[in-house]
């Protein structure tokens, strides 16, 4: 099999719940790849997704402008090596990616062969899709395993400090949804929805996604950054082991967090954010989560698993779990900006 034919395979068979993240849906996961040459006449590096504009020649030869998307966002593109500065406005380029099947001329973008014969992979768990001459992509997640823990242990910082995940694919979910779960689904338009929006998510969606964290020990409470739209959460660690009755509800709920040995607990209610995902999966102000952060011996890996009740949504608790490294990674400012 070729380098083209393996890539294009990946790119029909990725599941669609790994394009869900940001408006996916209208990119069929069933529908050919498609390419195009052109040149970039606009270049929006941002999050959640980079953009540029394709000024093409179809076949009829009249002249189209092509909205592309790209399909990893800044913040996992950078950790790949690739930066807005790798492109540049004028220059003929030839891409590939899936068109959209609800917008005309929208593509969703995965590789993009610059000038110069270089090829940018903006998908970063994929691999080049024309030539050996590539930036990004899979391989430049793979991580020095001796580094990490020897920087760990000499830092000494156990949970406080910034977490960073291996690479995608590596999460895992068990969700048992209700009939009227599935069913509010499609009241949901991802075209023009709090993520089109850059409305920052609640909880518990925004702790299942693929981005940075930060832990920082403030004495009566630990603060929590996440990259994913910037969100800070504040964790009560000195309150009673449930929301004060009075307390208000918010998108983020309130959260009380305890010790078990090296484990952090945290527990979370009083949340009104009304999705569990991208995908218009509604929850109701019932919902609650127990959240366990434990810390490795090493001090290198701290896994997370989370368990998330609501009886509007889910038939049983549902189970998401993942890991971070101690990569000595920053926080990357989200930044999003509203399509």
Not at 12 to 27: D, N, V
Not at 195 to 220: A, D, K, S
Not at 246 to 274: A, F
Request: glycine content about 6%.
């Amino acid at each position: 099999m070729t380098i083209k034919e393996s890539t294009v395979l990946i790119l029909l068979t990725l599941p669609i719940t790994s394009l869900a993240h940001h408006s996916r849906a209208e990119f069929s996961v069933g529908s050919q790849a498609q390419e195009l040459d052109g040149e970039l006449v606009e270049i929006v590096w941002r999050n959640p997704h980079p953009r540029f504009t394709l000024r093409s020649v179809n076949d009829s030869g009249q002249e189209e402008l092509w909205e592309l998307e790209a399909y990893g966002n800044a913040a996992s593109l950078q950790r790949t090596g690739i930066t807005g500065d790798n492109f540049m406005l004028g220059e003929q380029v030839r891409v590939v990616g899936r068109a959209s099947t609800r917008r005309d001329r929208v593509m969703l973008t995965t590789h993009m062969l610059l000038s110069d014969g270089t090829e940018a992979i903006l998908e970063y768990h994929a691999g080049p899709y024309w030539s050996e001459q590539y930036i990004g992509g899979e391989e430049t997640w793979t991580i020095d395993e001796e580094a990490v823990l020897r920087r760990a242990a000499e830092e000494n910082r156990g949970i406080f400090r910034v977490w960073s995940i291996r690479r995608r694919g590596l999460d895992t979910e068990r969700f048992s949804y209700t009939e009227e779960a599935i069913a509010g689904r499609a009241d949901f338009d991802p075209l023009d929805s709090f993520l089109t929006r850059c409305e920052q998510p609640g909880m518990p969606m925004t702790m299942m996604r693929p981005q940075r964290y930060e832990l920082i020990n403030r004495g009566e409470t630990i603060v929590l950054l996440n990259q994913y739209f910037d969100t800070t959460r504040t964790i009560h660690m000195t309150a009673s082991e449930e929301a004060p009755q009075d307390q208000s509800m918010s998108h983020l709920g309130y959260s009380v967090g305890h010790w078990e040995g090296n484990v952090l607990v945290v527990e979370t209610s009083r949340i009104n954010w009304p999705y569990l995902d991208a995908i218009g999966t509604p929850q109701s102000e019932a919902v609650e989560s127990v959240e366990r952060f434990t810390l490795s011996e090493d001090q290198s890996r701290l896994d997370f698993h989370i368990t998330i009740t609501d009886p509007t949504m889910f038939t049983e608790p549902g189970v998401y779990e993942k890991y971070w490294l101690a990569l000595g990674e920053e926080i990357f400012p989200y930044n999003c900006l509203p399509e």
